[in-house]
Every structure is written in C-alpha cells, then in structure tokens.
C-alpha cells in the first residue's frame, strides 16, 4: 500500500487564498445577477474556510515541530466576566457588572 506525502498545509492556505482572490475578483468583474454568481460566491467562500484552516493547521503543524504548544489568543479589550458569573445574575445585574468592570479598566488604579 502506498503512502500519501506529508500534508502541505501552508501550500494549500496559499492556493485557496489566491483561489478565492481570483473569485471574488471575477464576481466583481462580472456583476451580474445570476445562478452562476451565486455559485462563484459559495465557491468563494468554500475556499476562504479552507484558506483559514489551512493556515491554522500549518501553525499547529509549526507548533509541534518546534516542540512548542500553540499560542493562546487573548481577545483584546474583552471583559473579564465569564459564563458561570454571568449565570448567577439575572439580566440587570450582569449588565451592570460589565458597565462596571468596563468603567474600572479605563481609569488609572492607586492600588
């Protein structure tokens, strides 16, 4: 039985991505109002998912070769309030605890 080669997963982000470049840049040029466009643009689509794992899976390929775990991603500005807190308050009070952490961040701490 025969073994595929290695999975090139940054040649395959790089090829979906010029694909749905190519695309989106068709449907532009085109502009018509069809069946078919409404095809290129699922095709599109379809392709700029794949570009994106694609890339996520060459990172985590990268990752593992270098012995290193994947970096965490922190989203930015995002409110320190997780899911079980938001939980045990209703509504109101949720709201108004992240008004409040929010208004917290923004100002300068003495302590």
Do not use: I, K, N
């Not at 949720?94 to 917290?104: E, G, T």
């Amino acid at each position: 039985m025969r073994r595929l080669p290695p999975f090139d997963a940054q040649g395959v982000a790089v090829t979906a991505s010029l694909a749905a470049a190519s695309l989106l840049g068709a449907l532009l040029v085109w502009g018509r109002d069809d069946v078919v466009t409404v095809g290129l643009a699922l095709l599109c689509v379809l392709c700029t998912v794949t570009a994106g794992v694609a890339a996520s899976a060459s990172r985590q390929q990268r990752a593992q070769a270098t012995g290193m775990p994947p970096a965490e991603h922190h989203v930015p500005g995002g409110s320190a309030v997780d899911a079980d807190t938001l939980e045990a308050f209703d509504c109101r009070d949720a709201l108004h605890a992240v008004d409040v952490r929010r208004r917290r961040a923004g100002r300068l701490s003495d302590r």
